[in-house]
C-alpha cells in the first residue's frame, strides 16, 4: 500500500509546481504581491514578498556600466484539503508551503541612443521550499502514507538565470516622464538536498514582463522635495512548458504612487517610490503594495 501510494504521489511530477513556486519568489517579473488563483478545485491563495537592491560596479563610458544587483524573496501558501470516509466521518489536511529564496546577480547597461537602454544580465539564485502540514480527523489515518513525500518535507533548490531588459524613456515635458520596459528571463532549476527522493527535480522556467510607467510633478514639495505622482500599468507572466503550474500564466496590474528625489539639489537622482497596484488575469486576481528606490 504504502509503496504503490508513493508510485502514484511520484507520477504527478509535483517537480514543475515546485519548480514555477522557485521561479516566482526568486526571478523579477512578477512584483510582491497577494494573489487569489480561482483554477481548480480548490481555490488558492498566494504571497508573495521580494526586497530587491543594485548598483553600480564599472563604468566603462557615459553609454555603457555593469551594476550589481541583489533581492531576497519569500513565498507563503496555505491550503485546506476536505477527507471524507465511507462512515460519514470527516477529516482535514492543513497544509503550508513556503520558499526563500537569495539572488545575486550582474547586468550591463547599454545606452542606444533615442531613450533606449539595453540590460542583459545573469542572476544566480539559491532557495529552499517547505512544507508544513497538520491532519485533524479521519485524515490522521492518512499520515503514515503522506508525510515524507507530499506533507512534511523540505529542499533547497539552485536557479541560474540569463535574463535581457530593453527600455525605452522619453521627456514628453519639464519634469514629465515616460517609461517602458520590457524583460524576458529563463531559469534553469534543480534541487538538492531533499528530505525525501521523491522530491528531487530539474525544471525549466520562463518569465516575461513589458512595464509602462508615466510620472509628472503634482505641483508641491514635501520634505524640502518636489512632489511626484506615477501611473503604472503591464503585463507579464510565465512561458515554458509549466507555464500553468500554479493555476495561471498570465498577470496585468494598474495602478499608482507617489516618488521623491533623495537629494534635495538634484532631481535626477535615486527616487524613492511607494505605490499600490490591481492584479488581475484569467483565473488570478491580486493587490500589491510597494517601496522601491528607482535611478
Do not use: C
Not at 485533524?136 to 540569463?162: M, R, S, Y
Not at 531559469?187 to 516575461?208: H, K, M, N, V
Amino acid at each position: 500500500m504504502a509503496q504503490s501510494s508513493r508510485d502514484a504521489i511520484g507520477a504527478l511530477r509535483l517537480g514543475s509546481g515546485y519548480a514555477q513556486i522557485l521561479n516566482l519568489t526568486a526571478t523579477q517579473d512578477i512584483s510582491s504581491s497577494h494573489l487569489d488563483i480561482s483554477d481548480g478545485a480548490v481555490p488558492q491563495t498566494l504571497t508573495v514578498t521580494r526586497i530587491p537592491y543594485e548598483g553600480s560596479l564599472l563604468t566603462f563610458s557615459d553609454r555603457n556600466s555593469v551594476g550589481w544587483r541583489v533581492s531576497a524573496g519569500y513565498f507563503r501558501q496555505k491550503d485546506e484539503f476536505n477527507i471524507g470516509a465511507p462512515n460519514g466521518q470527516a477529516g482535514s489536511i492543513t497544509g503550508k508551503w513556503s520558499a526563500f529564496s537569495a539572488t545575486g546577480g550582474l547586468f550591463l547597461k547599454s545606452k542606444l541612443g533615442y531613450g533606449f537602454t539595453f540590460e542583459p544580465g545573469v542572476d544566480f539564485s539559491v532557495a529552499r521550499l517547505l512544507n508544513d502540514a497538520s491532519y485533524a480527523g479521519v485524515a490522521t489515518g492518512l499520515k503514515p502514507v503522506l508525510d515524507g513525500p507530499l506533507f512534511n518535507w523540505h529542499e533547497n533548490a539552485w536557479l541560474i538565470t540569463p535574463n535581457a531588459a530593453l527600455e525605452w524613456s522619453a521627456n514628453l515635458a519639464p519634469a514629465q516622464k515616460l517609461t517602458v520596459r520590457g524583460h524576458i528571463a529563463w531559469s534553469w532549476i534543480s534541487s538538492f538536498d531533499e528530505s525525501d527522493p521523491l522530491l528531487r527535480f530539474r525544471q525549466t522556467a520562463g518569465s516575461w514582463s513589458v512595464q509602462s510607467t508615466y510620472s509628472a510633478p503634482v505641483g508641491v514639495q514635501l520634505l524640502g522635495r518636489p512632489l511626484n505622482y506615477v501611473i503604472d500599468a503591464g503585463y507579464g507572466g510565465f512561458f515554458g512548458p509549466n507555464r500553468d503550474a500554479l493555476g495561471f500564466s498570465k498577470l496585468a496590474n494598474v495602478g499608482g504612487g507617489f516618488e521623491l528625489p533623495l537629494s534635495r539639489d538634484n532631481a535626477q537622482s535615486k527616487r524613492l517610490r511607494v505605490g499600490a497596484a490591481y492584479l488581475f488575469g484569467p483565473h488570478v486576481k491580486g493587490w500589491t503594495v510597494s517601496l522601491d528606490l528607482t535611478y
